[in-house]
């Protein structure tokens, strides 16, 4: 018996995506193995990780990789052993696809640091595909006031973009600089107001300015124009190393400059009397935890924060990828099936 089949896209060589580096191609349908579920793709955000994928700057690890770790889906095939999903669930898959469980890191509550992850898209095949396999540990249940287009972006966009803000130690109340403004950036500015925060946008796009202000910021300028007042945090959503330098100054005393990025161009030498001293702090953010998802979406139901996304038809995913690589999206891109 042949198996059955599914279009799926890969990435054939990583390059400039102006040079298709992806192709969509007839793919087996893949079979789930113990533990996990195949879900029928509804919708897959596309994430600028993608795009790093799909360009190298990412190293391959998985060749011929789908791409996609934003993805909605239906339950359609449990695999042997499976409680905690049903046929005909919604689900989420993210980014973070597997941990090893035993690590230092994964025993101490720090599975994001773990020493042998697996993500969706890179390591394993992702959602620019009909169909897509998940871990059931790693699935999240999708809360219902949101449509798969609304949804998806928060998968990795708003789950990072929420790590990214607890790691940027906002104080209650405080003021938070956001540099650049596209998918991840403006649900967490949301997250932030919602908190209380003033926040102040640095984005050289004027619709993403106008979305911004809508949204409730106190102001929205040039990225690298400092902002109107001294910030508490601010989280580095542009992958810019350039703006490393203009943000670190913008801080207040005591403040920190979270960097939401899996992947940022050379950061230019620092100052350390201008840019670290009085106790400046520059922070990685790294993947995330099963647990930071599970309060994003909470909090993001509650909130409940506006999704702005673009859907594209799945067979377009290249031209999606070609417009985030040239700024033309307005929030967040989105694959729909
Ligand atoms: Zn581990
Ligand atoms: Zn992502």
Redesign the pocket.
């Given at each position: 018996m042949t198996p059955a089949t599914m279009q799926a896209w890969v990435v054939d060589r990583p390059g400039p995506v102006d040079g298709r580096p992806q192709v969509r191609r007839e793919k087996e349908i893949p079979e789930p193995a113990p533990g996990q579920v195949r879900v029928r793709v509804r919708a897959c955000g596309v994430c600028r990780t993608d795009l790093h994928v799909a360009e190298g700057d990412l190293p391959v690890h998985r060749p011929q990789v789908t791409p996609g770790h934003e993805i909605v889906g239906t339950v359609e095939r449990l695999g042997a052993r499976v409680t905690r999903w049903r046929v005909g669930d919604r689900i989420g898959v993210p980014w973070l696809a597997h941990?090893?469980?035993?690590?230092r890191?994964?025993?101490t509550g720090r599975?994001n640091l773990?020493?042998?992850?697996r993500f969706t898209g890179w390591d394993v095949d992702g959602g620019y595909a009909d169909y897509a396999v998940v871990d059931e540990a790693y699935a999240y249940a999708l809360p219902e006031g949101f449509g798969d287009a609304e949804v998806a972006p928060l998968l990795c966009a708003g789950i990072i973009g929420y790590r990214a803000l607890q790691r940027a130690n906002l104080p209650e109340g405080g003021r938070l600089g956001i540099y650049g403004f596209g998918g991840s950036a403006h649900i967490t500015a949301q997250v932030a107001l919602a908190r209380g925060a003033r926040v102040h946008v640095m984005t050289r796009a004027h619709e993403a300015r106008a979305l911004a202000l809508e949204l409730g910021a106190t102001s929205a300028g040039d990225a690298t124009s400092p902002p109107p007042e001294p910030l508490d945090s601010a989280i580095l959503f542009a992958p810019v190393g350039t703006l490393v330098p203009p943000a670190l100054a913008a801080l207040d005393r005591g403040g920190t400059l979270a960097i939401a990025g899996i992947h940022l161009s050379d950061v230019p030498s620092l100052d350390y009397q201008r840019h670290l001293f009085e106790e400046r702090v520059l922070q990685s953010v790294t993947a995330n935890t099963r647990a930071d998802g599970e309060a994003f979406l909470a909090e993001a139901a509650r909130i409940p924060v506006r999704v702005a996304s673009t859907p594209y038809p799945m067979e377009e995913a290249a031209e999606a990828l070609r417009d985030l690589r040239h700024d033309r999206v307005n929030g967040a891109a989105v694959l729909m099936a």
């Open positions: 941990t090893c469980g035993v690590c890191f994964c025993t599975e773990c020493l042998a992850p």
